[in-house]
Each structure stands twice: as C-alpha cells, then as structure tokens.
C-alpha cells in the first residue's frame, strides 16, 4: 500500500519547499504553490524510497521539500508507468513525465543533491481536490 508522506509548497521559486498539512489540487498544480500554472508538469513526486537511498549515500537526511518535490509518496513500484493515475483524498493526478527532459536547466539543489532531473515523477491534475499527509494513494495503470 503507498501512503502520501508530503505535500510540499514555497511561495517564491528560489524558496525551499515546505510541508503543509493539506494540499488543495486545482487545474494548475498545488494552491500557493510558486509554480501553481506555470507548466503543463503541474505537480512533481519523489517517492519516498529514492529518498532514502539519497540520505544513504550523503550521509544526511532530507527534510520534506527540500528537493524541490511537491510530493512525497511512499511504497509506489521503483517505475511508475507514464499515463497512470495516482488517486488520494479527493484527488486524481496522471503521470505525465520521469526526470527532467534533455537539456532542461534544473539550478535547485540541496546541498549538492537534487533528485528531480533522474528520480522525479511530473504530474497534472486530473480532478481538483484536497489530500493531506497519511492518505493512502491508489494507483491507476488502466488507459484513462
């Protein structure tokens, strides 16, 4: 069973994210988001297991966020299928892209580390809602 562990806003995009305690989905990503309707990736996903392998490797731990990541699922399969839908709360997100794409710039880091470009998951919101941390996330690989 996945479990959504966080959803992740910043106000400006040179601010880190931060975990807030519900997520209001709209067509155009997470409300108060920075990059709420800027881009058709409208939501970005890192599961949780990536990023403890990461911690492994630096040495340090990763506050929720601080990747630049809006969610933060744990116990999705290691390759979420493009074209899925992940369901929790009220939501429903498709899986649009993994990584970033060829030559795309991606200047965020965390001291030294950044998951997105290789391990994160871009989403687009596929029926508004709210979700907060601990609901359970269903996924959808059926043709939507």
Not at 17 to 37: N, Q, T, Y
Not at 72 to 85: A, D, F, R
Request: with cysteine; net charge negative; glycine share 12%.
């Amino acid at each position: 069973m996945a479990i959504l562990r966080a959803v992740c806003v910043s106000d400006d995009r040179q601010s880190v994210k931060r975990s807030v305690p519900l997520g209001r989905f709209r067509f155009g990503g997470i409300e108060g988001d920075s990059h709420f309707a800027v881009t058709d990736r409208e939501v970005s996903l890192l599961r949780l297991e990536d990023v403890r392998k990461a911690e492994e490797r630096a040495g340090f731990e990763f506050p929720f966020g601080c990747l630049a990541e809006n969610l933060v699922v744990e116990g999705l399969p290691e390759e979420i299928p493009l074209g899925g839908v992940l369901k929790f709360g009220t939501v429903r997100l498709m899986v649009l892209e993994k990584g970033k794409r060829p030559g795309e710039p991606h200047s965020y880091d965390y001291r030294g580390w950044c998951l997105l470009p290789e391990f994160g998951y871009f989403l687009k919101v596929m029926d508004e809602g709210e979700a907060s941390p601990g609901e359970v996330v269903v996924l959808d690989t059926e043709p939507q």
